[in-house]
């Protein structure tokens, strides 16, 4: 192995071992997964092939559709790596071309790892990554890109929160959202929380769309729920139980 790959290395696995949680996190490829270099997401026939896959599975023709609940996985899952490198403050890699995604049956992605460390300019890399992907998305969903932006900052910001509970340092990590979506810059929207009987909660920007196929949910954040009704059911969420949630 050279010299670099040994860093980048040594980065991940350091990252790893400071987050409580890292394989729930999503940052350990599990062994029985289907590991594919990160660039397929920002191709558009590999990308195309995955929402039909994903058609059947979901009982949808809705391309649309198809293409914003995949979005919302495969989102969360390639900003992990390089988010938990910020937060813990070991840079690891936004580049695509340095990411490994674990796909599981679905198909699903449930993992990604870096293997290669940070540049040095991680919203660069971001702006670069998440444009190339949210292209091949929007084409495959024949669709527009701006709902798949504010997906990508929904992604952002819950990765922070997520990452932040796992160090026992929630308004540190949630801190870093805001300013580093606006040096990624538009249109990537701020991201944004809600703190709820002592527990924090992504005030999303995007819909999932994922009571839009037969049978889904409606989420219990969901933006198109009235404020007041979403509240109650956060509240419930949380037992209404003051503190219930992990903050620094």
């Given at each position: 192995?050279?010299?670099?790959?040994?860093?980048?290395?040594?980065?991940?696995?350091?990252?790893?071992a400071?987050?409580?949680?890292?394989?729930?996190?999503?940052?350990?490829?599990?062994?029985?997964?289907?590991?594919?270099?990160?660039v397929?997401?920002?191709?558009?026939?590999?990308?195309?092939?995955?929402?039909e896959?994903?058609?059947?599975?979901?009982?949808?023709?809705?391309?649309?559709?198809?293409?914003?609940?995949?979005?919302?996985?495969?989102?969360?899952?390639?900003?992990?790596?390089?988010?938990?490198?910020?937060?813990?403050?070991?840079?690891?890699?936004?580049?695509?071309?340095?990411?490994?995604?674990?796909?599981?049956?679905?198909?699903?992605?449930?993992?990604a790892?870096?293997?290669?460390?940070g540049?040095?300019d991680?919203?660069?890399?971001?702006?670069?990554?998440?444009?190339?992907?949210?292209?091949?998305?929007?084409?495959?969903?024949?669709?527009?890109?701006?709902?798949?932006?504010?997906?990508?900052?929904?992604?952002?910001?819950?990765?922070?929160?997520?990452?932040g509970?796992?160090?026992?340092?929630?308004?540190?990590?949630?801190?870093?959202?805001?300013?580093?979506?606006?040096?990624?810059?538009?249109?990537?929207?701020?991201?944004?929380?809600?703190d709820?009987?002592?527990?924090?909660?992504?005030?999303?920007?995007?819909c999932?769309?994922?009571d839009?196929?037969?049978?889904?949910?409606?989420?219990?954040?969901?933006?198109?729920?009235?404020?007041?009704?979403?509240?109650?059911?956060?509240?419930?969420?949380?037992?209404?139980?003051?503190?219930?949630?992990?903050?620094?």
């Amino acid at each position: 192995m050279s010299e670099t790959g040994q860093v980048a290395t040594g980065n991940s696995d350091a990252v790893v071992a400071r987050l409580l949680g890292a394989d729930a996190l999503g940052l350990v490829l599990p062994p029985s997964g289907d590991v594919v270099p990160a660039v397929s997401f920002a191709d558009l026939e590999w990308t195309a092939g995955v929402l039909e896959r994903r058609a059947r599975r979901f009982g949808s023709a809705d391309r649309r559709v198809l293409a914003t609940v995949w979005w919302y996985s495969a989102s969360s899952v390639l900003l992990t790596p390089p988010l938990a490198g910020l937060v813990t403050g070991i840079p690891l890699s936004a580049r695509l071309a340095d990411l490994s995604v674990a796909m599981l049956p679905g198909p699903l992605p449930a993992a990604a790892e870096a293997g290669a460390a940070g540049s040095g300019d991680l919203a660069a890399d971001l702006r670069d990554s998440l444009g190339a992907v949210i292209a091949a998305v929007a084409e495959a969903g024949r669709m527009r890109e701006r709902p798949l932006w504010a997906i990508a900052t929904d992604s952002l910001a819950n990765r922070l929160l997520a990452l932040g509970q796992a160090t026992g340092k929630t308004d540190r990590a949630t801190g870093l959202a805001v300013p580093l979506a606006a040096s990624v810059g538009p249109p990537l929207p701020s991201p944004r929380y809600e703190d709820v009987a002592g527990r924090r909660f992504v005030r999303r920007a995007s819909c999932c769309l994922l009571d839009r196929t037969p049978g889904g949910p409606t989420c219990t954040s969901c933006p198109r729920r009235p404020p007041a009704e979403r509240r109650r059911l956060l509240e419930r969420l949380t037992g209404g139980v003051r503190g219930a949630g992990s903050r620094e």
